[in-house]
């Protein structure tokens, strides 16, 4: 038994691919995800999430609430117009807007419902719960604080119509002290506070979380079989028909051009196939959404497809295929929003998660299936990047099978 | 019909081909004898287009392979050493596959396969998938598919490599069923036996350079290998009695005597009745002709198969 045990780890340790696939491979991963959901743990620095602020009133009340706000720690407040904040908020760069309407100071003074409202992308559900979540908490310690006392003030100058004013300062101090060691507002104070809530893009419960599973599973697993199938081109040299190919009329270019045409055709079938189920099973909505989604597809299928032979023009062999794709694509499925979304990541984190194919194909899907944005625009551009992942790595494919396909002995 | 001359080949630090040159005439069929990596599949991708060789010139049917690979393409049929079929598809659907690379019309592709696969014996198999099949038919569908074009050359590495031997015969037959209706055909192989049965000119091939070629007479001549007459008799002979009674070279080792002929034939009888009027008993008698393989020893001092 020994003398198996010291073979088995003799020969484990010999193989350098299985070596690396059992230790390498699950630290670069530990790494890639352990960052993703906001790094190491004595990390102090507090990950803020961006909130737009429409200030319409421009009044000090409406300054001194939006200082409130930024000094929160996991808020950070970016002032701009409420046109280009829903403008942002369509196309996907931000997530949710606040908005002080005019006259929001006299309501505060009024003790009036409030003019204001928080506007916002229901596909990001839950990073928008979480901003909603300590915005709250925050507006009720600023604006809660200045609509109460304007209370108790006219409390006291309606109780006490009579009492001098150095009194009436010396009450309503003593009752402000005890009534902000409490920080709560009367039930009147809160209705009249409540924050209007607005879904940006038009509302479809629970359609959110099916077009992230769809979209998310869809797009990594297109990039799973992509790289098997491109891997054919490494099956064909080990068994010669490459070779064979190359003895034929047929142009080196053709064999590569050819793959690649049979990619992205399989590809299209595979997220066709994937939407059509989704629509039959789960009712997701793509009756009235043909054209744009049938782009998208084809722009996700020509990027997924040149990731695929790219990918198999590198490696030297389907061993290292195996270990390269699962690297790649697990990391790119985590920054690029497959696997969890990116918000949870921190910012430099989902900075980089445009580097991803399935960001842009994902924000893609969304863009027609959630934010029902025409063809055109940010579409456009999001179609356009995907186009061009695709181009620049079938001409880096060409390049590198020339170089190591085409070698052939 | 074919001209090789100087052909060079390196590949990073390894010269793979060192000066090659030879030529094969309309309807000949040349072999490439040479142990593993000595340069012949090499020589086979050159001439096949595969890629151009370093320096040197490569004519085949007057045209240029540097110049014109695709015009080249057109007449040459390569059967590549490996099994290069697509294993799940079935035998028809590969032969429909590698022929319509070259353009030949549906009608007449369709025709051309049916008779490739009466030819290679396989049409009542031909809807079986690759992978059912054994060896020797995965080869001969192998050599079928290089034929669809109907190629003026063509072009076999090492086809036999794993086959049983009756499987071999066949494709051994199949090829020589080819040259006679008048294919050039050049055959690599390690094989001497091989060689011996295919070809009418033989390149002897070894570390990237071709150190003999002929026919396999003229070869036996130019590496001066005799055939050698074994008799073994009662008691060891005296080699200067035998030597001075046959007027050939004698060598005796233990009860063995070794006669060194050029014709085996002719000197036979000679060598019986000289050992047996020397008094020689004689207890057996065998004849090692003078084969390839000899040839290959005396020429590149080693083994066909090391």
Redesign the interface.
Same mark, same amino acid.
């Given at each position: 038994m020994r003398k198996i045990l010291a073979k088995e780890l003799k020969s484990f340790f010999k193989d350098k691919r299985a070596f690396l696939l059992a230790f390498l491979l699950p630290i670069i991963l530990i790494t890639v995800f352990s960052l993703a959901f906001g790094g190491g743990g004595n990390n102090d620095t507090v990950r803020q999430l961006p909130l737009l602020v429409a200030d319409e009133d421009k009044s000090a009340v409406t300054i001194k609430t939006i200082n409130d706000i930024d000094s929160a720690k996991m808020i950070e407040v970016i002032p701009c117009s409420f046109d280009s904040a829903v403008d942002l908020i369509r196309t996907g760069k931000r997530t949710s807007v606040l908005v002080f309407r005019k006259g929001f100071s006299d309501s505060v003074k009024a003790m009036k419902k409030l003019p204001w409202e928080f506007q916002y992308d229901a596909a990001r559900a839950e990073e928008t719960g979480m901003l909603q979540s300590l915005l709250t908490r925050t507006l009720y310690g600023s604006v809660g604080k200045i609509m109460s006392r304007q209370a108790i003030l006219k409390n006291i100058s309606a109780q006490f119509p009579f009492m001098d004013s150095a009194t009436r300062r010396t009450v309503f101090a003593q009752v402000t002290k005890n009534f902000d060691a409490g920080n709560s507002a009367n039930n009147d104070t809160q209705n009249n506070m409540k924050l209007n809530t607005v879904s940006v893009v038009s509302a479809k419960p629970g359609n959110v979380g099916l077009v992230h599973a769809v979209a998310g599973t869809a797009v990594m697993m297109l990039l799973f079989s992509l790289t098997g199938m491109g891997g054919a081109l490494l099956d064909e040299k080990e068994?010669?028909?490459l070779?064979? $190919? $190359?003895?034929?009329?047929?142009q080196s270019s053709d064999i590569l051009l050819g793959k690649m045409a049979a990619t992205v055709i399989v590809a299209s079938f595979q997220l066709v196939v994937m939407f059509l189920f989704s629509a039959t099973v789960f009712h997701l909505q793509i009756a009235t959404k043909i054209v744009p989604l049938a782009i998208m597809i084809l722009a996700t299928a020509i990027a997924c497809s040149g990731f695929g032979v790219f990918l198999a023009t590198v490696a030297r062999s389907r061993q290292q295929l195996q270990g390269l794709s699962t690297l790649i694509i697990l990391s790119m499925s985590v920054i690029g929003g497959s696997m969890i979304p990116t918000f949870v990541m921190p910012p430099w984190m989902q900075s980089i998660s445009v580097f991803s194919i399935n960001y842009w194909s994902i924000q893609g899907f969304y863009d027609i299936l959630w934010r029902d944005l025409p063809i055109g625009g940010i579409l456009l551009e999001r179609v356009g990047v995907l186009l061009a992942i695709g181009l620049v790595l079938t001409i880096l494919s060409f390049r590198f099978f020339r170089k190591n396909v085409l070698a $052939?002995? | 019909m074919i001209e090789v001359k100087d052909i060079y080949k390196t590949y990073g630090k390894t010269q793979a081909v060192k000066g090659i040159r030879f030529s094969i005439k309309d309807g000949e069929c040349y072999g490439l004898l040479g142990p593993n990596g000595a340069g012949k599949s090499t020589t086979i991708n050159m001439l096949s287009t595969l890629f151009p060789p370093d320096s040197g010139e490569i004519v085949i049917d007057g045209l240029d392979i540097k110049k014109s690979p695709g015009d080249v393409k057109k007449i040459l049929g390569v059967v590549p050493q490996e099994i290069a079929l697509y294993a799940n598809f079935t035998a028809w659907e590969n032969m429909l596959f590698w022929g319509g690379l070259h353009s030949i019309p549906k009608s007449e592709l369709h025709k051309k396969a049916q008779d490739l696969l009466v030819f290679v014996g396989l049409a009542d198999r031909k809807d079986e998938t690759i992978k059912s099949y054994s060896g020797g038919m995965k080869r001969r569908i192998n050599l079928a598919c290089a034929l669809l074009h109907s190629p003026k050359i063509l072009l076999l590495d090492e086809p036999t490599v794993g086959v049983d031997p009756q499987s071999r015969n066949m494709i051994f037959e199949l090829i020589e069923q080819l040259n006679r209706e008048g294919m050039t055909i050049i055959y690599t192989t390690h094989y001497m036996e091989e060689a011996e049965r295919l070809c009418d000119r033989i390149g002897i091939i070894d570390s990237g350079l071709i150190v003999a070629q002929g026919t396999l007479e003229e070869l036996k001549k130019q590496s001066e290998v005799k055939d050698v007459i074994v008799v073994e008799c009662g008691k060891t002979p005296d080699e200067s009695l035998l030597s001075a009674t046959l007027g050939l070279p004698v060598k005796a080792i233990d009860h063995t005597v070794y006669i060194e002929t050029s014709d085996s034939k002719k000197d036979l009888t000679r060598c019986v009745i000289g050992c047996s009027n020397a008094g020689y008993e004689i207890h057996h008698i065998d004849i090692q002709k003078a084969n390839l393989e000899n040839v290959f020893l005396k020429m590149t001092g080693k083994q066909l198969r090391d």
């Open positions: 068994q010669g028909t070779k064979r $190919l $190359l003895y034929s009329p047929v $052939l002995d | -």
